[in-house]
């Protein structure tokens, strides 16, 4: 064979051979990176406590013998005075449902003829009504999520009113007139039919609270300050007392009520009386409250009794007894890095190493809480040459300092 056509193989084989290799590196170098990095972002930690809460208010019954179909007309936790009606009772089930059902008509009623009246007015602003709608969109998801459906009605109510607005403002013509005349004439009939009731009025001014749940006396109010690890115990795990058959509700006297539990007594740190503290609640309606530490009792045993103040009161508080909390005894709030991101520069100052475009540069930190895996750690009063929010933190890289281009 000619040695010329021999060569000429021999070439093309190793052209073919480093054109494999070349595409290969190129391929490698695509994905190939020589750090691991992690975006800085900001996280809140908790320092916490589980226990268990028992809640202690000044209670006590409305009394009354009337008998029938008993409708709350005044909202958990509201205020109200002495003689103001708080519920009706009425001779069976039927009756209550038309009470309610005008009460829904009347209140439709009111609220066309508001949306009539803006049918009417050529001032309306339709950024300004956009603005609402989106703030009452957030208002109604809100309250989804916090799972406050008593308030959901109302909510979604003030969504639809606002859209109907922004139809007007956009030239749609609506008919009121003919909506409203038909929930007079539904009105109407219903006011035709019996809907005789017995009056409850509150016996005293306080909060009025719907709901009994037979905890109203396990512990008197008056000893909710002087409580033991023994008494709060107890008071967790008795169980409810016959509700008396003529009570109508109960109305809570005093503005201040009580969260008492128990906690191991090695967690309470440096707690002490007039501190404040956040109580999260996982499984109730409402998520959190805020509460000042009255009461530390028995500290020398190895559970402590705590007793927590709040004068807060609403629909969703009104209704807590006994509920799985966890006490925030400090929180933390910084970016998340994980551990192996944190180095020591050669001024001895420690910080991490962050990626900006293909150069890598050292920043301090200042670290606020160290974790399993991770720290949080902060920005030093804002000072320049510390981690900041969004930074590209490098979580693995060898062969790191200050100013490195990597390729």
């Known amino acids: ?59 006590k019954y409305i009394a009354n013998n009337a008998k029938g179909t008993f409708v709350p007309v005044v909202e958990d936790g509201k205020r109200v005075s002495n003689g103001q009606e708080v519920a009706i009772v009425f001779a069976n089930t039927q009756a209550a449902s038309n009470y309610i059902r005008v009460k829904e ?44 459906l008593d308030k959901l009605k109302n909510r979604s109510d003030a969504l639809r009113d606002k859209i109907i607005t922004r ?32 009056s409850i009025s509150a016996t005293q001014a306080g909060y009025y609270i719907n709901g009994i749940d037979g905890y109203e006396n396990t512990i008197p109010y008056e000893n909710a300050t002087s409580l033991t690890v023994n008494d709060i115990d107890k008071a967790l795990e008795t169980t409810a007392s016959q509700i008396p058959p003529n009570a109508m509700g109960k109305l809570v006297n005093n503005f201040d009520w009580y969260m008492v539990c128990n906690v191991n007594s090695n967690s309470i740190g440096n707690m002490s009386i007039g501190d404040k503290i956040k109580v999260l609640l996982p499984f109730a309606s409402v998520s959190e409250v805020m509460a000042e ?37 400090d929180q933390y709030k910084g970016f998340k890095v994980t551990s192996s991101a944190i180095r020591v520069n050669e001024k001895g100052e420690k910080g991490v190493y962050v990626q900006t475009g293909n150069i890598i540069t050292f920043k301090k ?40 281009i990597i390729g």
Do not use: H, W
């Open 167 to 198: 139809q007007i403002v956009t030239g749609k013509t609506i008919d009121f007139a003919s909506k409203i005349s038909s929930l007079q004439a539904q009105l109407a009939k219903l006011k035709e039919k019996d809907s005789d009731y017995q």
């Open 365 to 404: 930190v200042e670290v606020l809480y160290s974790g399993k895996d991770f720290l949080l750690v902060g920005n030093k009063d804002g000072s320049k040459g510390y981690i900041k929010l969004y930074d590209n933190v490098v979580a693995e890289g060898t062969d790191l300092y200050d100013g490195k």
């Open 293 to 329: 530490v009255v009461t530390i009792n028995d500290t020398n045993s190895e559970k402590t009794a705590l007793v927590l103040r709040c004068n807060l009161m609403d629909s969703n508080l009104a209704n807590l007894r006994k509920e799985n909390a966890e006490l925030v005894f």
């Open 1 to 59: 064979m000619d040695n010329s056509i021999v060569a000429k193989r021999v070439i093309s084989a190793l052209c073919a051979v480093f054109l494999l290799i070349y595409i290969a590196y190129q391929g490698y170098m695509m994905v190939y990176k020589p750090v691991k990095t992690e975006t800085a972002y900001e996280y809140t930690i908790y320092d916490t406590v589980q226990t268990k809460i028992f809640v202690i208010r000044d209670e």
């Open 105 to 148: 008509l009347e209140e439709s009623i009111d609220r066309y003829k508001t949306l009539a009246s803006q049918a009417e007015s050529y001032a309306i602003d339709l950024d300004t009504v956009d603005d609402e709608i989106t703030s009452r969109l957030f208002s109604y998801i809100d309250t989804i999520s916090t799972g406050e």
